[in-house]
């Protein structure tokens, strides 16, 4: 069954304390894997695609990388408004999404 | 707009209640999407059009869930008879191509819907 899967549920930081998040697929063939970051109240806004093992992409304190079956979001430095949920959704015939992880970054 | 639109964003409906959730996609986009999400969850799939062609209507839990874009523009998510279960946010995405690669999804902010 196509899946994808993010951990942790949660995570808090203190500002300027760097981590990464992850995300694990089960969807063959994929097309590719999306980046989304979910404010309250929002709908998710798109941030990254990568596309193939070995792809990194960045922006800002963001950076995403990709491996044959999972995918992290390393956040560097964070500062109280990376504060958000962010999604990972893998596409093969539909988007798949994972429930994701919802950060705090304390100042 | 520049984004996509959705109407309304809160809605009160009483059980047994239809209602009819709204969506504006971004001009020119080809590809539209419905979705679910309740609290604390990830988007879960409902429906897919591709234009006014609805390709892939597997997400939707009940034959009380029925959605339509005639014009391949505006669309519309009806949900005949609410239930308490129904109760979430519908998120509606459009993006510009087909293919499931090349072109992410933009998001509208949502209808909340509540079910009493």
Redesign the interface.
């Known amino acids: 069954e196509d899946q994808v899967t993010q951990s942790p549920e949660a995570l808090r930081l203190q500002e300027g304390e760097s981590s990464s998040l992850n995300c694990s697929y089960t969807v063959s063939g994929l097309r590719g894997l999306f980046w989304y970051r979910q404010d309250p109240g929002k709908g998710p806004e798109f941030l990254f695609t990568l596309y193939s093992a070995g792809e990194e992409k960045e922006k800002e304190r963001l950076k995403a990388t990709l491996t044959k079956k999972e995918s992290f979001l390393h956040i560097t430095a964070p500062k109280p408004e990376d504060s958000a949920t962010y999604l990972c959704a893998a596409s093969f015939n539909k988007f798949y999404f994972g429930s994701g992880t919802k950060l705090n970054v304390k100042p | 707009g520049a984004g996509?639109s959705q109407s309304p964003r809160y809605k009160v409906a009483k059980r047994g209640q239809d209602v009819a959730l709204r969506c504006d996609p971004i001009s020119g986009h080809v590809s539209l999407?419905w979705?679910q999400q309740a609290l604390?969850?990830?988007?879960?799939?409902l429906t897919?059009f591709q234009n006014e062609a609805q390709l892939?209507k597997s997400g939707l839990p009940s034959d009380r869930f029925f959605a339509e874009r005639p014009e391949g523009s505006v669309s519309t998510l009806k949900i005949q008879r609410t239930q308490q279960e129904d109760s979430a946010v519908y998120?509606c995405?459009s993006s510009l191509e087909t293919?499931?690669?090349?072109s992410?999804?933009?998001?509208?902010?949502?209808t909340r819907l509540t079910v009493t």
């Not at chain 2, 992410?104 to 949502?110: A, R, T, W």
Request: proline share 8%; net charge negative.
């Open positions: 996509v999407f979705y604390g969850q990830g988007p879960e799939f897919y892939d998120l995405a293919g499931f690669r090349n992410p999804l933009h998001f509208g902010n949502g």
